[in-house]
C-alpha cells in the first residue's frame, strides 16, 4: 500500500519561507518521479515543481520558478520543497504525488499516488 504523507504547512507572512516534506512508503521511491501540487478551493490542482527519479533533473511553474527548490532523498523516500519569497498567491493546499515512471513531468494524469496535503497560508 502506497502512502505519501505531507507535513510542514502553515500560517506565514508574506516575505517569509516555509519548507514541505513529503515522505513515501510502499513504493520503489528511487524509480518514481515526484512532484508537488497546489490547490485552492473551486480551482483546479496546479503544478508546482517536478523532481526525476535520480533528483538530476527538476522543473518548476513559471508562478514559482526562482522562489521554490524541489529535492529529493532516496535514502530516506522523502521529498522536499523550499518556498521562499511566499506571497499571498502561494496560498493553498499542497499536494505531493508520485508517478511510477522515473521521468518529471508537470502532467498531473502521469501521477498515480497521491498525499492527503497540507495547507500553505501565506498572510499579507
Known amino acids: 500500500q502506497v502512502q505519501l504523507v505531507e507535513s510542514g504547512g502553515g500560517l506565514v507572512q508574506a516575505g517569509n519561507s516555509l519548507k514541505l516534506s513529503c515522505a513515501a512508503s510502499g513504493l520503489t521511491f528511487s524509480n518514481a518521479a515526484m512532484a508537488w501540487f497546489r490547490q485552492v478551493a473551486g480551482k483546479e490542482r496546479e503544478f508546482v515543481a517536478t523532481i526525476n527519479s535520480n533528483g538530476r533533473s527538476t522543473y518548476y511553474s513559471d508562478s514559482v520558478k526562482g522562489r521554490f527548490t524541489i529535492f529529493r532523498n532516496n535514502a530516506k523516500s522523502t521529498v522536499l520543497l523550499e518556498m521562499n519569497s511566499l506571497k499571498p498567491a502561494d496560498t493553498a493546499v499542497y499536494y505531493c504525488?508520485?508517478?511510477?515512471?522515473?521521468?518529471?513531468?508537470?502532467?498531473?494524469?502521469?501521477?498515480?499516488?497521491w498525499g492527503q496535503g497540507t495547507q500553505v497560508t501565506v498572510s499579507s
Open positions: 504525488a508520485a508517478s511510477v515512471r522515473p521521468i518529471a513531468t508537470s502532467i498531473r494524469e502521469s501521477y498515480i499516488y
